[in-house]
């Protein structure tokens, strides 16, 4: 199964970089080969300052060797040996009125003396508008449900409410954005084999590029205002604190002595961090702050 999602994730990997060039029209990713020192390495692939995307990172990572002691506390495992591998991808669009997406598909294996002892898929995808269009809200979230019913009539309802759950900035009693699904731990069961649940992860990240393309392709040449884009760096801070302070992915890579640059490639590169910011009153950013304040049901 490693051999088999390892290549997956290389081939999603390059359709999605080439669908964003074209689309960009301008900036090419860049790509960067990593070792890690304690086994494996990855590719990190950036785009920057371009037509479309102010900054986008698409990377793979596939590490193996000692399980972290961290993580060994966390699953109370022992002298555990471990390989995962995954794709990261988070695009920054340049227009506000633009979201930005956020996507993962992850897969873990833990050995003892060499045998397989554990493995587990994880992942899904989210997305986080600065301007709130009912329509691109719908469409994101029916394209995870889409794919979501052809494997178990359970799982959007149940992958949603843990993505609302998790992108959830507690501090400032807010979502991070509008939501997607969220999933992890998806090991062997009676309903679901490890191919089963390799068959639902490859559909879903085979469905990124028609959950997104559509909805940048509507956006990404609107007009917008000065005001527009302090509003959506504003937003940035927000989707900042929660990478920092909240999300584990993050916080893992901190902590395990990851590649610096790769973890922080999610952060987008212009912010703001304004004292006491409110939006006026009805106005389209309130909506929006609206929204966030409570999950949506909106398929």
């Keep these: 199964m490693k051999n088999k999602f390892s290549s997956f994730i290389d081939d999603l990997q390059k359709i999605i970089t080439d669908a964003c060039e074209k689309i960009d029209g301008k900036s090419k990713f860049k790509k960067t080969h990593w070792k890690r020192n304690e086994g494996g390495g990855g590719m990190t692939m950036v785009i920057e300052n371009g037509n479309v995307f102010e900054k986008g990172g698409v990377n793979i990572s596939k590490v193996y060797g000692k399980l972290p002691e961290i993580m060994a506390e966390q699953l109370k495992l022992n002298d555990v040996e471990f390989f995962a591998c995954g794709l990261s991808l ?43 269009f009912e329509k691109d809200a719908i469409h994101f979230h029916e394209v995870c449900k889409q794919v979501c019913d052809r494997h178990d009539e359970n799982f959007y309802k149940t ?18 954005g509008i ?77 395990t002595n990851g590649r610096i640059e790769s973890i922080f490639i999610s952060l987008p590169p212009k912010v703001q961090w304004v004292y006491d910011f409110n939006p006026k009153k009805n106005s389209e950013e309130q909506m929006l702050i609206d929204v966030l304040k409570s999950p949506i049901k909106w398929v």
């Excluded at 997406?101 to 587990?120: C, G, P, S």
């Excluded at 992958?159 to 009693?173: A, L, P, T």
């Design 159 to 176: 992958y949603k409410q843990k993505c609302d759950e998790y992108f959830w900035n507690s501090h400032r009693e807010e979502a991070r």
């Design 90 to 132: 988070v695009l920054h669009p340049k227009n506000p009125m633009a979201p930005t997406v956020h996507a993962n598909f992850r897969y873990f294996e833990t050995y003892k003396d060499d045998l397989l002892i554990d493995q587990w898929f994880g992942g899904g995808m989210d997305l986080t508008p600065y301007y709130l």
């Design 179 to 255: 939501g997607g699904l969220f999933f992890d731990y998806c090991r062997p069961n009676k309903k679901m084999s490890i191919n089963d649940w390799f068959l639902y992860i490859s559909d879903l990240g085979n469905s990124f590029l028609d959950s997104y393309v559509t909805i940048i392709e509507r956006r990404k040449n609107l007009p917008y205002s000065p005001e527009n884009k302090k509003w959506q760096e504003i937003r940035r801070g927000r989707y900042v604190e929660f990478n920092l302070l909240h999300d584990k992915g993050t916080l893992f890579g901190l902590k």
